[in-house]
């Protein structure tokens, strides 16, 4: 076999596997069909745990050094109360980042190339090579040739998107599927100088509001799928329009310049794969994509990345790489279901319950428990968890809980019996 490992796509999964692998010492091809460095769709929070991720593998400083912004504080804005927060510490990490993937992924392929990674850019790959049912390289070919090339490798990794080729030719099972359900529409605006980051939800819609590089803000909208048809008319005036709903936000945007086209897509699906399988592994968007509501992607692909190497890297060290391989994706998963339908959830836009109102407005001013609460969404503890029984007990009280009942009670009593 030519190399260990061949990882197909160089962005946040494919080039932090490829950085870890090297790290441990495998020889490791990353071949991407799109320049190093270049933009892709995405609106790019990088939560607490990510940023603690890229500050033990060394490349926080990296990402400062560029100019990339922290964001330690977050105004959240339901609608009825306003929080006001800083997010929890993780390893001495205190700060989200919005780094623009130019800045992101050149930044893991650097490191991945200084660890000893080989880097093929504007290659394509075009199938897989299969030996007995095991997969054994890749084929493709390099941007502006025709010759087919064929690299070899004992275990071919799949960092290649949501739409992975990888996955596909090895007929990767998806399981937890749920249809795109909501649109995501985002610029970059110079002038709306921000002191925290900003996230609006209201009656079908979410924002957030970051600043990135180059002193440019980001500000994001999601609205459910089921309005694309009318949006798309005029994407900007509906992006805009949605912006005048969050107090004064249209304004202050409007104020500054946009320094980039507006973005849209719509294609966010929701789904889990199979992890691994004979010669082959997914990672990343590959393995698990979620709406991008809860800005989880990344964060997501850093973990997953850091599990595969770890798990490939002890397989090769004790020549048994598929008994390694073995518990990976229950290990990838564990930490994952109660963020996805969270994220399904809120990509849904139900309307606020009760439950949220109470619980909000009943942390609003413990600064503690507000930090609590970011930490929930920037995936620091599980949704679950978060708002499971016991912890709404804690933070509402026995009483706060019986008049929470109560209120529904009196609300499902409403809905039955109109005019009581
Ligand atoms: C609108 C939007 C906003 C988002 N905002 C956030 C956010 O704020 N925070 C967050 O954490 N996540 C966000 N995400 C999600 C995040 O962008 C993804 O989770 C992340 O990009 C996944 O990284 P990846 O490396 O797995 O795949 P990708 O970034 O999709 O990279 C895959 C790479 O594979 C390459 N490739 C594909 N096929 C081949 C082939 N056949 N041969 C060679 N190369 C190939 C591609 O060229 C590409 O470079 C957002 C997503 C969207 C759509």
């Known amino acids: 076999m030519g190399y260990d490992v061949i990882v197909v796509g160089a962005r946040v999964a494919g080039a932090a596997t490829a950085l870890l692998l090297a790290r441990r010492g ?54 009825s109360t306003v929080l006001r927060g800083a997010f929890p510490a993780l390893d001495g990490v205190d700060a989200l980042y919005s780094p623009r993937r130019t800045v992101l992924d050149a930044l893991l392929v650097d490191a991945a190339r200084a660890a000893g990674a080989e880097v093929l850019e504007g290659f394509r790959v075009e199938e897989l090579t299969f030996e007995g049912g095991r997969v054994t390289g890749v084929r493709g070919r390099a941007r502006g040739t025709n010759a087919l090339l064929t690299y070899t490798s004992h275990l071919v990794v799949g960092a290649d998107g949501k739409h992975s080729s ?39 819609r979410a924002v957030a509001v970051f600043p990135t590089n180059d002193n440019l803000t980001m500000v994001y909208v999601a609205t459910p799928l089921t309005a694309f048809a009318d949006a798309r008319a005029d994407l900007e005036r509906h992006y805009l329009a949605t912006l005048d ?75 048994d790489l598929d008994g390694a391989l073995a518990g990976h994706q229950r290990r990838r998963d564990a930490g994952l279901h109660a963020m996805y339908d969270l994220t399904v959830d809120m990509a849904r836009f139900a309307p606020p319950g009760l439950g949220q109102r109470h619980l909000l407005a009943a942390i609003a001013d413990r600064p503690a428990e507000v930090s609590r609460f970011l930490g929930m969404f920037a995936g620091m503890e599980s949704p679950a968890a978060y708002f499971g029984g016991g912890n ?28 009581t």
């Open 245 to 319: 709903r969050c107090g004064d936000l249209g304004e202050r945007v409007r104020a500054g310049e946009r320094a980039e086209r507006l973005r849209t897509t719509p294609d966010q699906p929701n789904a889990f794969r199979t992890a691994t399988g004979p010669g082959w592994a997914l990672v990343g968007d590959a393995g698990v994509v979620l709406d991008s509501i809860t800005a989880q992607g990344i964060s997501n692909a850093l973990r997953d990345a850091e599990l595969l190497a770890t798990a490939v890297a002890d397989g090769f060290a004790r020549g």
């Open 26 to 79: 495998l020889k490791v091809l990353m071949v991407d069909r799109s320049p190093v460095g270049s933009d892709t769709i995405s609106s790019h929070q990088v939560q607490v745990p990510g940023v603690a991720r890229l500050a033990r593998w060394g490349l926080l400083d990296g990402l400062v050094a560029a100019g990339t912004p922290p964001t330690r504080e977050v105004r959240f804005d339901d609608g």
């Open 166 to 204: 990888v996955a596909e030719a090895v007929a990767a099972t998806r399981y937890r599927h749920r249809p795109p359900l909501a649109f995501a529409s985002y610029s970059y605006w110079s002038g709306v100088p921000i002191t925290t980051g900003e996230m609006y939800q209201r009656p079908g």
């Open 392 to 419: 709404l007990l804690r933070i509402l009280g026995a009483r706060g809980i019986a008049r929470l009942a109560g209120a529904a009670g009196r609300l499902a009593a409403r809905r039955l019996c109109p005019g």
